[in-house]
């Protein structure tokens, strides 16, 4: 097994490795030799393709067994999503679905076990309300958006929204706030004397709040700042009163600003930070009030929440009780941490937990526990999960099963092993049986793994980031569950690196145009300079045994597929797929089992395949659609293959002739 970082051009890859540590430096460079491919492109196969999995985007629970949730079905483009509702009744384990139709499911909420509304959006169209009185079963369609903040209901027909509306170039937000009095079905709007809203929270029909900002014209142009307030009303928003004043904030970098009240004299509210953010993040200022918001308290000064808390960019507040509160934390595109905050003291003191592990997508409190979809980090590289979180930060993944969501490949037993679940990445899985279950044998130790291979099902080898620059070995004797260190540095990744049984191991140093490879046979103790890649940009590497190695290579605006049968010393062309289109991104994935069997992907950001089952004489051209783009490819024995895509994982058990989505 092999796995790399996340995927980029091989031929971009930093692969010098350290030459302190090479035993010699043996064997000149030895160039590809000319001739003629071996191998050609019998046949195309249309390859069956099951529905991806559902990727959730929001949830709500009524209870520790009993939820809800939404969720998206894409394909290539952004007009090919589906939305899809989903009922629970025994804690997330299972689901019920119901397709929405098209479009991207932005909120859910539910009254009871039967009364609900779904908040879908569509690209370029309004955002479509959905109500249902049974439980999900049937849904009617009733009023068209857009919402800037999801629409909220405190009885069947009473509820309220923060609705954008268009408003003068630079304000804060533009919106407005609106009342529904029919479930839905008719908004009105609201004054809420001057101030634009950003958050609304009402408790009844007639009493409410709201925390917004007041920009003018001339300061929007001018690019001055926006007055922050917190407002109350007693008479279903008829008029306002002011409860405070919350200074200033430059426009469009206010932070977050939301309310939470749990009755007419206890809440809280999350303040936007008024010196602005940092690339680390926007921890807000948290106050609370217990009069209503006649007067509030100071619990957390805004980046002053003490040494054990890392800033990240907030939710709201969620308050089950005067002394339980839970907030969720996202990274954002800076070094801002991640994970969920929760106090048992009002909002006195925080614990941080998963930190740098996932972003709550939705987080969602249920009792003493929450509910939350957990993103894994870094963004975007795998899907999305349903987890369970105790107020002692015990996680528990409740949906989808386990599967990886980082990179995997297999050992020479066949055994599949993948890295990653959504709330951790450094979760070691492995599969017995080709990819269809998995269970979690540990996580691994140091730094963000780098490389994972596993010559056989106990012993293993891991490249991990050491704090000091470079890579450090790991070794385990009982298939990942303890690691030790091997204490064998290496001063920089290299991009290609496998162990086999009896410590030979191979790794390739790729640099712009050209590659050397080495080999080890001592378990990676010491390295020698073995051989040279084939001349041009290297894609991608794989070695099948330590001595046969294929390289996909651009030379002459064409791609190539070499191979090696002596570990690397000499090059051969086996297939000239087709000559590369100009739209096409630089980089694949490969992986070729010593079976025979093989993947090779023509271009990134395509699911434009190759499949062979004889070790390269023969080819098989298969298009399975640009959302089943692999990121990562793995194949065990003569007809099981895994690829890594950004809908969900990818098996076949046939050699490529069906394929489905691992749930």
């Known amino acids: 097994m092999e796995v790399r970082r ?18 010699s430096s043996c064997g000149a460079r030895q160039p ?29 629970f009524l209870s520790e067994q009993q939820g809800f949730v939404v969720a998206e079905r894409c394909g290539p483009l952004p007009t090919d999503c589906q939305a899809g509702f989903g009922s629970t009744t025994d804690g997330g384990t299972t689901f019920h679905w119901t397709r929405l139709g098209q479009g991207f499911p932005a909120a859910v909420q539910f009254l009871d076990p039967q009364r609900g509304w779904v908040l879908i959006g569509r690209p370029g169209q309004p955002q479509r309300l959905l109500g249902t009185s049974d439980g999900g079963r049937r849904w009617t369609r009733l009023a068209a958006g857009p919402f800037a903040v999801a629409p909220h209901f405190l009885t069947p027909a009473f509820g309220y929204a923060v609705a954008a509306k268009d408003g003068a170039a630079g304000e804060v937000s533009a919106s407005m706030l609106e009342l529904t009095a029919d479930g839905g079905r008719t908004w009105r709007p609201v004054s809420t004397g001057g101030y634009t809203p950003a958050d609304a929270d009402f408790l009844d029909p007639e009493h409410g709040y709201v925390a917004g900002w007041r920009c003018t014209a001339a300061q929007s142009a001018g690019g001055a700042s926006c007055q922050g307030a917190i407002l109350g009303t007693s008479d279903g928003g008829l008029s306002w009163h002011l409860l405070q004043a919350v200074g200033t904030s430059d426009v469009g970098n206010t932070g977050t600003f939301a309310l939470d009240f749990l009755s007419r004299t206890t809440g809280f509210a999350a303040l936007p930070n008024l010196q602005g953010c940092t690339m680390g993040g926007c921890l807000p200022g948290l106050e609370a009030t217990g009069d209503g918001g006649k007067t509030w308290r100071t619990l957390q000064p805004a980046y002053r929440w003490g040494a054990a808390i890392q800033a990240g960019w907030p939710s709201g507040p969620f308050f089950t009780s005067p002394l339980l509160g839970w907030l969720g934390l996202s990274p954002g595109a800076g070094p801002g941490a991640g994970g969920v905050l929760v106090t048992t003291d009002g909002g006195k003191s925080f614990r ?68 990653g679940l959504p709330q951790d990445a450094r979760a070691l899985l492995v599969s017995p049986d080709g990819g269809r279950t998995w269970s979690i044998r540990g996580d691994l130790p140091g730094g963000p793994p780098w490389l994972v291979s596993f010559p056989d099902s106990l012993h293993g080898y891991l490249l991990a980031e050491s704090p000091s620059g470079g890579a450090l070995l790991y070794e385990t004797e009982d298939a990942g569950r303890r690691w030790r260190p091997a204490g064998r540095v290496l001063a920089q990744e290299p991009g290609y690196a496998r162990f086999f049984a009896g410590g030979t191991a191979v790794a390739v140093d790729v640099r712009e145009t050209s590659g050397t490879v080495w080999r080890s046979t001592d378990g990676g103790r010491t390295w020698r300079a073995y051989g040279s890649l084939p001349s041009g940009y290297a894609w991608a590497l794989a070695f099948s045994s330590a001595e046969r190695g294929y390289a996909y290579v651009e030379r002459g605006g064409s791609a190539v597929l070499y191979g090696t049968r002596d570990g690397g010393r000499h090059w051969l062309p086996v297939l000239r797929p087709s000559r590369i289109p100009e739209q096409a991104s630089p980089g ?35 298009n399975l659609g640009q959302a089943a783009a692999p990121s990562a490819i793995a194949v065990a024995g003569k007809a099981v293959a895994l690829i890594q895509t950004t809908s969900g994982l990818l098996r076949t058990s046939d050699g490529g002739r069906s394929w489905a989505y691992l749930q």
Do not use: C, H, K
Not at 6 to 23: D, H, I, K, Y
Not at 35 to 60: E, H, K, N, Q
Not at 589 to 595: N, V
């Open 6 to 23: 996340p995927r980029r051009p091989v031929a971009t890859a930093v692969g010098l490795l350290a030459a302190a540590l090479l035993a």
């Open 32 to 60: 590809a030799r000319p001739g003629a491919a071996s191998g050609r492109i019998v046949a195309t196969s249309r390859a069956r393709l099951g529905p991806a999995p559902w990727s959730l985007t929001d949830l709500d």
């Open 352 to 419: 941080q937990y998963f930190a740098r592990q996932f972003t709550p997508g939705s987080l969602d409190p249920v009792g003493s526990m929450a509910y939350a979809i957990a993103q894994p980090l870094p963004s975007g590289s795998g899907g999305s999960a349903l987890v369970r979180i105790s107020l002692q930060g015990v996680l528990q993944q409740v949906w989808p099963s386990r599967v990886p969501n980082g990179g995997f490949g297999a050992d020479q037993g066949g055994v599949l092993s993948g890295l």
């Open 588 to 622: 694949a994935e490969m992986a070729i089992d010593r079976s025979g069997f093989g993947v090779l992907q023509r271009y990134a950001g395509t699911g434009q395949l190759l499949l062979t089952r004889d070790g390269g004489r023969t080819w098989y051209a298969l």
